[in-house]
């Protein structure tokens, strides 16, 4: 903590008193003129008037031990984590989802030049941190704070950075310092509930996971997390309202369509259970494909299993995602093909050929 510097006002103050009383006794024993009195009597005033401005209105500078703590971490890190000489080339493009990064980390390196842009500086210090590049995504972080120390953003990804790579006591003083920046924030809650999950105190993490979903109920890691925490604890209602919320944020989210799968069974409702488990099962074959990661269209990941579950002999199940990719597939579309034929192929295999020949005859007018 600095000490706030002591006012001068006091002495000065007794000095003009000092004045006061002098010009009083000299005017009435030497018959000195009035306007020694007057002097000091302004000399009072003036010295009333500097200790009220010393008090109230010059607010001092105060340091927290939050921010100190964050202080000296940040002077370190500017040594153990110099500013890359070679910019370009910090992603690369393996998977699709990577190649989405390294599409946003070109667009945002030709933003930055010797004259520091500290916005785009703190997003590419996200982007490194959330593809594990820590120590790239450390110094541009660095970087950004050194040219705005009041930078809540960067200070919380730097806790997050230091969170992923274990450096709990580090992350915690960062966080705690990005939550001095940015007071009721659902990022920052969000971000204190995984650190308190780390550290294991459970019953904190819950209570910011739900500090989070209350300050914006669109963050999907919190009513993730705040989910699992429930479910753990077997406060089932709460758990699947929480779960449901994440999957409409996320409809193909595993993690999601698994626990709430497990707590229908857990309240006996079978049929829930089993079209959860269903839909689990739809996105595992995404996800291994790399469909869920890419972003593929809806249209064309169902048109894709419709195709998949036929080869299989799964008719139902073929048929369901083929007219899935209809309700959304555009005229003249790759999905819409494979749908309509999809469709054929499944009424032939059923024996329903009038139902195949209506499909048919629809293909060949489309």
């Known amino acids: ?40 009597l302004l000399a009072v005033f003036g010295a009333l008037l500097a200790g009220c401005g010393n008090e109230s209105d010059r607010p001092h500078e105060h340091s927290s031990p939050e921010r100190a703590a964050a202080a000296g971490l940040l002077r370190r890190y500017q040594t153990e984590f110099p500013y890359p000489t070679e910019l370009w080339g910090g992603i690369g493009s393996g998977t699709p989802a990577r190649k989405r990064w390294a599409q946003r980390e070109r667009e945002l390196l030709s933003q930055v030049g010797e004259d520091v842009d500290e916005i785009a500086h703190t997003e590419l210090g996200e982007l490194y941190t959330r593809v594990e590049e820590h120590g790239r995504g450390m110094a541009f972080l660095v970087r950004a704070l050194e040219r705005d120390a009041s930078n809540g953003r960067a200070w919380l990804w730097l806790g997050v950075n230091r969170l992923s790579v274990g450096r709990l006591d580090e992350a915690e003083r960062l966080i705690d310092h990005a939550d001095q920046l940015l007071p009721e924030n659902a990022a920052v809650a969000r971000f204190r509930g995984d650190l308190h999950f780390r550290q294991g105190a459970l019953s904190r993490a819950e209570e910011a996971f739900a500090e989070s979903v209350a300050l914006d109920p669109n963050q999907f890691d919190a009513q993730l997390n705040l989910g699992a925490l429930l479910e753990e604890r077997e406060a089932w209602d709460e758990a699947q309202a929480h779960l449901e919320r994440a999957l409409e944020l996320r409809p193909d989210n595993l993690e999601a369509l698994f626990r709430l799968a497990r707590i229908a069974r857990n309240l ?74 999809g469709r054929v192929r499944c009424a032939l295999a059923l024996g329903q050929v009038n139902e195949a020949k209506f499909a048919l005859e629809q293909l060949i007018a489309e």
Not at 316 to 340: H, I, Y
């Open 1 to 40: 903590m600095i000490p706030a510097q002591k006012s001068s006002q006091p002495s000065t103050l007794r000095n003009a008193v000092r004045l006061l009383s002098s010009g009083r006794r000299l005017r009435s024993g030497a018959g000195v003129p009035a306007r020694a009195g007057i002097i000091a």
């Open 268 to 341: 006996g409702r079978e049929a829930q259970a089993q079209s959860y488990t269903h839909k689990h099962a739809r996105a595992t074959i995404l996800d291994d494909w790399g469909y869920l990661a890419s972003g593929v269209p809806d249209d064309e990941c169902s048109a894709a299993l419709g195709i998949y579950y036929l080869e299989r002999g799964r008719i139902p199940d073929a048929r369901d995602e083929f007219e899935r990719a209809l309700k959304t597939a555009t005229a003249g579309s790759a999905p819409r093909f494979n749908a309509l034929l």
